[in-house]
């Protein structure tokens, strides 16, 4: 660790003689008293995102309490709106002046800005969340963090099926109609993971579904994305499902009478009739332990990555009222067998590629070259997904699933 608390006692012993005031007493401090981190968070846009922003924000505020019961407070510097270009250096270098002791950085593209400016602080603890340079670099003061967001999604995904497979034994659709569309943001391995897994959760309960992403460009476009889901909707799907940042997807979707599953946040409270469930990274997890780790003088991972078996991927309430008669038990069971390994989300008996089984593939190294050092990610009968580094390298593109635009 590149800092350690200690306990200042400082004796002074004043000779009556010299001072008729008599003497003071030894001081003592204890660390329980003063135990205060300053943390910069970063964030690329704001709470009214209700999304991934106000995901970050519940976490933030979470870990305070946790940490406050731990004797711990912290000093929130938060900066909203950041965007990913030369601005992100200026809101690392404002943090680090303010005196902040760790600068979180909670979006994907801000990790090479922030980068440029660790160097200059090496006594600042800096970290980049869903990234992945910070953990393959040999400074002390970078980290990266994500979870096993995939186990979410899959979970998702079994909501979605088991609705739609509902749908196809009531005869409201046929089984080729069991089409879902999907709002990506970029065609990065992170999106591709999510959107993935998401599907084979689908299918394990809805044989006959099909997916259809379409990518918009962009981590948070609120237009953007409402125009992909309506776009989408209009091409025949009947479920729309979504890696993107804000709420407009599950909107969309209740406009066209279409069922929707999201991330980051509940979001039946604004698609009713629309919204099944969602996923969450449940953020405070790893700020907890982070600052907790600075506070005592410990270490901060380098890289870090834990899923639902540790509660650091959560499910957002089913929203029983639309959902499919045996959901709630259907996820339950899905959830515990993810959190035993029962289940292989990225069991490659379940998917093929160009009508082939997946055999073998790559844990990337940092500039995604397949040098010595990458890992051969594909080993008793699945993919390993964030299991050689945080941020997810599955890059597959899996039958059953169509890409309608040009990657991003």
Known sequence: MKKTLSVLIVLLFVSAIAFAGGSKEAASTSA???????????CI???????????????RDEATKLLAADGITVDWVTKYNVREDSSCVDA????????CQIIINNSYGFEPYMLEVVDSYPDIEFISCTNCASALDDRANTHNAFAD????????????????????????????????????????????????????GAKSVCPSVTMLVSFVGSWSDATAESDAALALADRGCVMISQHSDNTTPATAAQS????HTGYNNDMSGIAPNASLISTRIDWGIYFYEAIKAYAEGKEIPQDWCK??????VVMTALNEAIAAPGTKEKMEETISAISSGKIEVFDTSKFTVGGAPLTHAFALDLDG?????TEEA????????????????FTAQIDGITWLNAAY
């Not at 329980?32 to 970063?42: E, H, W």
């Not at 066209?256 to 069922?259: D, L, P, S, T």
């Not at 070259?369 to 050092?373: I, K, L, P, R, V």
């Open 149 to 200: 967001i995939y186990e979410g999604r899959y979970v998702a995904g079994v909501v979605a099926g088991m609705k739609l497979q509902q749908m196809i034994d009531e005869g409201k659709i046929t089984p080729e109609q069991a089409v879902i569309g999907y709002v990506g943001a970029y065609s990065f391995a992170e999106v591709i993971s999510g959107f993935t897994s998401y599907y084979l």
């Open 378 to 393: 594909v080993y008793d009968g699945a993919f390993h997904e964030s299991e050689f580094q945080s941020a997810p390298y």
């Open 307 to 312: 899923g639902m078996a540790d509660g650091a």
């Open 369 to 373: 070259d397949f040098t010595a050092e």
């Open 256 to 259: 066209k009478g279409v069922f």
């Open 32 to 42: 329980a008293d003063t135990n205060t981190v300053k943390v910069g968070l970063l």
């Open 92 to 99: 690392n270098i404002e943090a680090a002046e303010e005196g």
């Open 45 to 59: 846009g704001d709470e009214n995102d209700q999304g991934y922003t106000y995901n970050f924000i519940r976490g």
